[in-house]
Structures are given as C-alpha cells and as structure tokens.
C-alpha cells in the first residue's frame, strides 16, 4: 500500500458527460501528480499541484481541469467526456523536499465512457 | 527533448531464468533522476529504484539490480533467477530537477511486459 488513495476505483459514465476522480497523498507529501494511461498513449502527465498551487502542465485537454484543496487532497475534473477519454487515471504524490524525489502511486481510477 | 526508449515490448522466460530489461533516455539537463515501476496484473504502480545523475553506482535489491551507464545513457534492470510473481509490466522513468522544492514529473517508457513461466 503506498498510502495514496483514490476514488472511485471504477467509474462508467457515457459522453458528453462530466466525472470528478478524487485524490488523497501520502501524508506529509506536498506535491501531486496526475498521471493517464491508455493503450495507445501510455503513461502520460496531466498536471502538477504543489501545496494548493499548479506548477506543471504536461498533455492534459483544456477538458480536464484539477485543483488541490487546503488539505492537500486534490480532484481531477473531466467534463465533455468523449470516447477516447477512457483510461485509467493515476494520481502520485511526493514529498516535495531536496534529496527525495520518489512519486507514489495510488491504485487508479479506471474510467469507461460509452 | 526528454525521451525514454524501452525497446522490449515483450519477454518470456522460464522460472528462474535470468531477465535484463533495457532502458535508454535521452535528456539535456546534467541533473536527472532515473525510476523503475513495476505494474503487476492488479494495475497499481509500484516503486522500485530511484537513480540520480551523479551516483552511477550499481545497486543490487535481492534478486534486482539496475546498472546505470551515463556513457550509453541506460539504466538497465535484471531480476536474478526470476519468478512467476515477477510477471509485470515494468516501466523506466526520467525526471529533470526543477527549482523551488518540487520536482519534475515522470517521463515514461512505453514499458516492458514481463512473463514468467513456470
């Protein structure tokens, strides 16, 4: 168990709809990543938060939006959902210090749009 | 660019056979980091080695052992006498240093599936 924890584990949802994926880090951790991974694409980086703020943004639609709250805990927005959008999304965190750069996963949300 | 090749799609082995998963990156920056993840049929991702640039020392974990070659810019992983558990996908990664106490995110490899038989 790598402490971060994600919820729902399985979500099924149909097009056109709009689904919110929630995560809690490690404790301690300041810094969260989400991550998609699907078949044609693989492991790809969404976004970065790092204590409530976004610094990084890697291939993510101008569909998907993210926060992170003052309690760390962040949530991934996905509105407008199309087919291809389906994927299992990850979320890591890391303690954001010198000398320590480990991301640890949580188990993934698998999304299914139809 | 950041890139990270893991030419192998697949390999099968017999238990207790030998197994070496390549790994090649391409980076500009001087400091990087370096991962191997493990993805088991369950799907989580898991942690196994973090490398930094600097320290090109071998480091061997019970049956794993990476070797990282500045030189040939690989970070290569062997499992040692493999076992059906070992059965995964394995993952290389590539993060760049980025200032301000956080880090940089993962680059991925494509990934390797590992079967072991029997």
């Known amino acids: 168990d790598s402490g971060v924890t994600q919820t729902p584990k399985h979500l099924i949802t149909a097009t056109g709809q709009r689904v919110t994926l929630r995560c809690s880090p490690r404790s301690g951790d300041l810094s969260v990543y989400w991550y998609q991974q699907s078949l044609d694409q693989g492991l790809q980086f969404l976004i970065q938060?790092?204590?409530?703020?976004?610094?990084a943004k890697g291939n993510i639609l101008e569909r998907f939006s993210a926060q992170q709250f003052p309690d760390l805990h962040s949530e991934l927005n996905l509105s407008s959902l199309e087919l291809g959008d389906s994927a299992l999304y990850f979320c890591?965190?890391?303690?954001?210090?010198?000398?320590?750069?480990?991301?640890?996963f949580g188990p993934g949300t698998r999304l299914t749009v139809t | 660019a950041q890139k990270v090749t893991q030419a192998q799609t697949e390999i099968s082995v017999v238990e207790k056979e030998d197994v070496t998963l390549d790994c090649v990156y391409e980076t500009r920056d001087t400091t990087y980091y370096l991962f191997w993840y493990k993805q088991p049929p369950s799907g989580e991702l898991v942690f196994l080695i973090r490398r930094n640039s600097f320290d090109e020392q071998n480091e061997i974990s019970g049956r794993y052992s990476w070797n990282f070659q500045k030189s040939t810019s690989s970070f290569n992983f062997t499992i040692t006498a493999s076992q059906v558990v070992d059965s995964a996908v394995y993952f290389c990664a590539l993060s760049e240093r980025r200032g301000g106490g956080s880090q940089g995110n993962l680059i991925f490899g494509k990934g390797t599936k590992l079967s072991v038989k029997p």
């Open positions: 938060y790092y204590n409530g703020e976004e610094r």
């Open positions: 890591a965190s890391s303690v954001a210090s010198r000398g320590t750069y480990e991301q640890y």
